[in-house]
């Protein structure tokens, strides 16, 4: 039997392309004492990994050219010599892009298969989900009845956090780019939804914001942020968790200078990563469990089938063709 | 008897100038029942004040065209008919640029005459000390053996900040624009002190912080803070306390974008005025009074003299003339 792997085959300038990935192929490795052999099931693909293919020190280690990509992956366990882990239980956790893989254990989790589609564990129930619950619940803490603006609502993060700010009882308005998307987040509860890409933003959101904005949750930077300095109400919080719109930019991104807004209104901008919030996951995940089991939250995949894919559908990220969570199910 | 009255002549575009100010001489007032009679005898110019010359809503009312301008002023009752508030007592709170004005007490606090030189309670003990004390306190929360960056420092506020910072245990890196404001910034203690306007801020600031910077406290924006913004550790915090250097432009400051620096470092930003903490006025004032009696704080004051000398001293301000607080003492 064959083993398949993706490897970073050269770091991209600018936008990605399907030339930064090669696919090569090995033997099935085999398990040693206190490991387990895992088939993969379901690749996630999410936009910070565009980070990790440049060079130098950022929040996470660089990938290393000719080395296998990893990332967020359910994987189910066909051969063990691990106590903990035996055939049949399911895991997640960071992976390398391979079919198969082995592993001694050490950074993955098991999970429940009879709670929720074993998927959701790479978004909702996952990185995706608990990034929304606390750079939402811990940053911003949005109260009832104030503004809270999301960019890349319709995103794996995004989405959640709208459906959070809800349950919190805010006015909620997303920002995405296509009419699909809109429709979308208007269908999950938003008060408010807005194509960037169409309307004029500056407009736009301050139309969809009479009272001012009281929390924004970023994932994208650029114009819409822009739009958003100028609508801050006194004490916002700000979150920033992605800057998608500049994760391709060869040159220092440049626009007005944001301190005179936070200056004037009193108020907070933090950026954030998940890891910060390593000690909490347990709750995050269970809170998140609880409002899918009650139906408070909903959950949105877009699904692509098939190894070779997972290139593709990490490419799809920068061109918005994911509606909520990307993620690459094993053919 | 006459008195005399500054008032706004007109709003500046950009760079402000001795056009701006009209004096106007009037009768002496007089107290009614429940009023005193105030003689002003020390002024203070202020760098936030830029703002309020401009119309439009920002963090503190505008001042009105033909109207009298005021601001942080000490005063000592000469007339009263105020139970509270005998003739001899000394007073500092927001009042008219005035030779005489007449109060109801509202707003304005009595000061002790034996602790401190009274015009101490415009800067050390006053606004630009509380505004240091809150901001590098309650939002950079600095730590003992962390670097501390301050913009401005030999400023009213920056001066106070890098010895609170030092009191800390921290080391501390200022920036001045002058080698005369270098060498007092040396001898205050600081660990660093840079001349922005001859030094290559970008080069100066990496190599006097060869560990990082945890926290900035920034007075002054645009070059120094970009310059900040890449020498960033993890979990940095941002308090932004003024923007001097953007007062009088006349277009949108336009600069690198932060937010992804943030984004990698997961540092905190926040904007804030001394009002945001009024309720614990009481208790800055307290301990910055305690630290001047052991000798642990230093105050530094430019004075000038002469009721005509306002608008110079408050203009001087944007040219980097005082060294510490800018207070105008009457003749």
């Not at 000719?66 to 359910?74: A, D, N, Y």
């Not at 929720?116 to 940053?139: H, R």
């Not at 469990?289 to 959950?299: I, N, Y």
């Amino acid at each position: 039997m064959q083993n398949q792997t993706i490897v970073l085959a050269s770091r991209p300038q600018g936008e990605p392309s399907a030339d930064q990935f090669r696919f090569e192929t090995g033997a099935l490795p085999q398990p040693a004492a206190g490991q387990v052999l895992l088939k993969t099931r379901y690749v996630s693909v999410d936009p910070y990994m565009r980070g990790r293919m440049n060079a130098g020190k950022s929040y996470v280690a660089p990938f290393e050219v000719g080395q296998p990509i990893s990332g967020g992956i359910v994987a189910e366990v066909v051969e063990s010599q691990h106590d903990q882990l035996p055939v049949g239980s399911v895991v997640v956790g960071n992976l390398p892009w391979q079919e198969y893989s082995v592993s001694d254990g050490a950074g993955l989790t098991r999970i429940p298969t009879d709670k929720a589609p074993i998927s959701y564990f790479l978004g909702l129930l996952g990185m995706p989900g608990l990034t929304a619950y606390f750079g939402l619940l811990d940053i911003c803490q949005p109260k009832a009845g104030e503004t809270v603006v999301v960019s890349g609502a319709a995103g794996a993060v995004g989405m959640v956090v709208g459906q959070l700010a809800k349950i919190q009882g805010a006015r909620v308005i997303g920002t995405a780019g296509s009419d699909e998307k809109v429709a979308y987040l208007k269908k999950l509860g938003f008060d408010e939804a807005i194509n960037y890409k169409t309307a004029n933003i500056a407009e736009a959101l301050a139309a969809a914001a009479p009272a001012g904005v009281d929390c924004y949750f970023d994932n994208v930077g650029g114009a819409i942020t822009d739009a958003v300095y100028n609508n801050l109400n006194k004490n916002a919080r700000i979150a920033i968790c992605g800057q998608i719109s500049m994760y391709n930019a060869t040159e220092v991104p440049v626009g007005p200078r944001p301190e005179g807004k936070l200056l004037t209104t009193s108020s907070l901008m933090k950026g954030f990563i998940v890891s910060d919030y390593h000690s909490r996951w347990p709750e995050g995940v269970a809170r998140l469990s609880e409002w899918l089991a009650e139906g408070k939250l909903h959950a949105e995949e877009t699904i692509t089938e098939g190894f070779d894919q997972i290139p593709a559908a990490f490419l799809g990220l920068f061109k918005g063709e994911n509606t909520g969570k990307a993620i690459v199910k094993m053919a």
